[in-house]
């Protein structure tokens, strides 16, 4: 993942609205080329899948957005990132990046990062998608866990607490998105 694609990712992450439920099964909603696979008694939030995918049109205008679902759930983080682990078929989610030092990437690890810098990052691509947001509220740190895709699943991101750029408030709920 790109760092503006990262970026990106976190800024929607952080914008979740808290609407709407759907059930504990697999999504398909979205083009048959991928199976979402969704955590039990998370909630679908098709705002904030919308709004995601009007900023991958805002980044590249000519092309149609890929297919993306957002969820949320108050389930801890690692009861979360576990799941969706052994799910795609992973044996562990590693502690960072570097696997213990290790040349090869996991395919499942954790990562930290700073809801401000995050925020601070996307300001132009907010602004072209009208979002009034009180960016100085943005602040704390925040942890998360990236997946990778495996066949017809997507890339998964995971991420406790975020920024909601709606409401421009720091909430405490894990928040999952599926894209590739």
């Known amino acids: 993942m790109s760092k503006l694609s990262r970026a990106l990712a976190a800024v929607f992450l952080l914008s ?3 609407t709407g439920c759907k059930s ?4 398909s909603s979205e083009p048959a080329t991928f199976t979402f696979t969704v ?10 899948t919308d709004l995601f995918k009007r900023a991958a049109t805002v980044i590249n ?3 149609t957005p890929p297919p993306i679902a957002i969820y949320d759930t108050d389930a ?4 979360v990132a576990n799941y969706y682990a052994r799910t795609y078929g992973y044996t562990k989610v590693a502690s960072d990046a570097t696997n213990n030092l ?7 690890y954790y990562r930290n990062g700073d809801l401000a810098t995050d925020i601070k990052a996307v300001e132009p691509l907010m602004k072209k998608l009208s979002l009034n ?10 942890r998360a866990v990236e997946i990778e895709s495996k066949m017809n699943r997507p890339r998964v991101t995971i991420q406790r607490p975020y920024f909601d750029v709606i409401n421009s408030q720091v909430v405490d709920r894990t928040m ?4 590739p």
């Open 16 to 18: 979740l609205a808290l």
């Open 133 to 142: 947001v009180d960016v100085a509220k943005a602040q704390g740190k925040y």
């Open 176 to 179: 999952i998105l599926m894209a």
């Open 61 to 63: 205008p000519n092309t």
């Open 102 to 108: 290790s040349a090869a990437k996991p395919p499942a």
């Open 24 to 27: 504990e099964k697999s999504e």
């Open 39 to 48: 955590y039990p008694g998370s909630r679908y939030q098709s705002p904030l």
């Open 76 to 79: 801890p983080i690692d009861a």
